[in-house]
């Protein structure tokens, strides 16, 4: 394929990311809808002030436990490292909403905390857990491994000798740590928590379960409750300001900064061996996010299996065949245009290969209730209620989670390999096939395992724009627990979970071996 060929390749995938967005634009810019009266002057600052309070909230939960199990497990050896580690990836695997209902079920009166209190001779007065406050708790819990694994490389290229100077001057741990390490490595730590700022604006199962409501919430209140379309997209518009403001200010906050240090040392190859006391802190503290967010949850699952029904496994198989069906599709198409990208950036200048390098992060951000209502408004039969549609918004939504992965193995292995395969004859694509795509494959892999964990978890662009009787294994789990019958979501709940670790395990353990040979 000759670079002319390519140039619109790249624009034909850039126009495709433009389209469903422009038609939302569109369609929302016509008069109020009929309901949007009535939400302005009954519940429309609910839904601002606890989106906001719920993301702020999250980042301070999420920021705090990243950053320090990020920097406790690249500064010090302690034993069981390695497990600690993996640890910190089981929060992302079980979806926000699933651990809310695990956390109630768990705590109520009948619940397995209660029954073994009671059954003691103790009175049990704990009540479900509800509300904004442990919403944040558990949504920070949940998200804090994106921060983790945003921070822990960079703590690990730190130079070694500014901390070493810095003891020397008589700094303690925490002054070298918050007055030294986190200025140093502020723009990737905004790049955590502008994701985990991201993820809180699309939660929509958590805040379901816990009686409150947001901005995603209201968008599906609106539009199923009271029928209202219009209005759903205005809110929708709504919702997208806020993101750009959220946008702004992370792209303000990091500036054209990045981080290098520039030294032969990095603090990851000299870990200073804890003291026992310390390790004692580090298990014990860093096992509650782990218990809060995982064990609890998997443990009140299992709970469930002992109280199934018989049709509680009812299609199970075929839910699992449609959730792996559209992670293969939505997948594999997403992360062919990752590589278009990252190519199209090394062979062509950037006013052709920007625009769809800096969309696909775009898509990513945005919260999926308002890409699934982007997609709808294109219209047509073969977008609604299609595996095509739903396709299309996935593809739109997690296609940029490998990105910076693949970007990375780009500029270690890229144009200079590509210029002298094209000095010798090849043409772009065979080059592309032969070269650099197999120094590539554990990125790739990678890439392809991180965006299929989310992937696994989406449920609100699942939910609209699904076929009929279309179930994944995330939607049957959450329907099951919204109607009142979460022992029979036990099964799906398990699988899905498992399935996240797999993904996440394969992801991570390639990350690590991709970093050592760094």
Not at 264 to 280: C, I, Q, Y
Not at 330 to 342: D, E, Q
């Amino acid at each position: 394929m000759k670079r002319l060929g390519w140039k619109l390749f790249l624009g034909a995938f850039a126009l495709i990311w433009l389209l469903p967005l422009g038609s939302l634009l569109f369609k929302a810019m016509g008069s109020p809808g009929a309901s949007w009266a009535h939400l302005e002057s009954t519940v429309l600052w609910d839904y601002i002030g606890n989106s906001l309070i719920l993301v702020l909230g999250t980042l301070l939960v999420s920021g705090f436990l990243g950053a320090l199990a990020a920097w406790v497990t690249v500064r010090y050896n302690f034993p069981g490292k390695k497990v600690f580690v993996f640890f910190q990836l089981l929060p992302l695997t079980v979806p926000a909403f699933l651990g809310a209902a695990s956390w109630r079920y768990f705590l109520e009166y009948t619940g397995p905390l209660g029954t073994f209190f009671r059954s003691l001779g103790f009175p049990w007065f704990l009540s479900p857990p509800s509300g904004l406050l442990m919403g944040i708790i558990l949504l920070g819990i949940a998200l804090y491994p994106y921060v983790f694994l945003t921070l822990r490389p960079v703590f690990s290229h730190l130079n070694p000798h500014l901390l070493d100077t810095a003891r020397m001057g008589g700094w303690s741990r925490k002054r070298i740590f918050f007055l030294l390490v986190l200025p140093l490595v502020r723009p990737a730590l905004i790049g955590g928590l502008s994701l985990v700022a991201m993820e809180s604006l699309n939660e929509y199962g958590l805040p379901s379960l816990l009686g409150f409501s947001t901005f995603t919430t209201g968008i599906f209140q609106t539009w199923f409750g009271l029928g209202d379309l219009g209005t759903a997209l205005q809110l929708a518009m709504v919702l997208l300001g806020v993101w750009v403001v959220f946008f702004i200010l992370e792209r303000w906050g990091r500036g054209q900064k990045q981080f290098s240090t520039g030294a032969s040392e990095r603090l990851g190859d000299k870990p200073v061996k804890a003291p026992r006391f310390l390790t004692w802190g580090i298990w014990t503290l860093g096992t509650l996010p782990m218990v809060v967010g995982f064990f609890v949850p998997l443990g009140q699952m299992v709970h469930w299996l002992f109280y199934l029904r018989d049709a509680s496994f009812y299609q199970l198989g075929s839910h699992v065949f449609t959730t792996l069906g559209i992670l293969v599709i939505a997948g594999g198409v997403g992360i062919v245009i990752t590589i278009l990208a990252v190519f199209g950036r090394l062979l062509l200048r950037p006013v052709w290969s920007g625009p769809l390098r800096y969309l696909i992060p775009l898509g990513y951000a945005l919260p999926g209730a308002i890409l699934a209502l982007a997609v709808m408004s294109l219209g047509g039969t073969w977008l609604i209620g299609t595996w095509g549609g739903l396709a299309l918004a996935l593809v739109m939504r997690f296609a940029g989670v490998g990105l910076p992965v693949l970007q990375s193995s780009a500029r270690q292995l890229g144009k200079n390999t590509l210029d002298a395969a094209v000095t010798m004859g090849k043409s772009p694509f065979s080059a592309l096939r032969k070269v650099l795509l197999p120094p590539w494959a554990p990125a790739l892999l990678a890439s392809i395992c991180l965006m299929a964990v989310d992937i696994l978890k989406e449920l609100p662009m699942t939910m609209v724009l699904r076929p009929f009787n279309f179930q994944t294994l995330a939607t049957r789990t959450f329907e099951l627990i919204q109607n009142e019958i979460p022992m029979d979501s036990a099964p799906s709940g398990i699988l899905l979970v498992f399935l996240a670790i797999t993904f996440a395990w394969l992801g991570q353990t390639l990350l690590e071996r991709r970093s050592r040979g760094a």
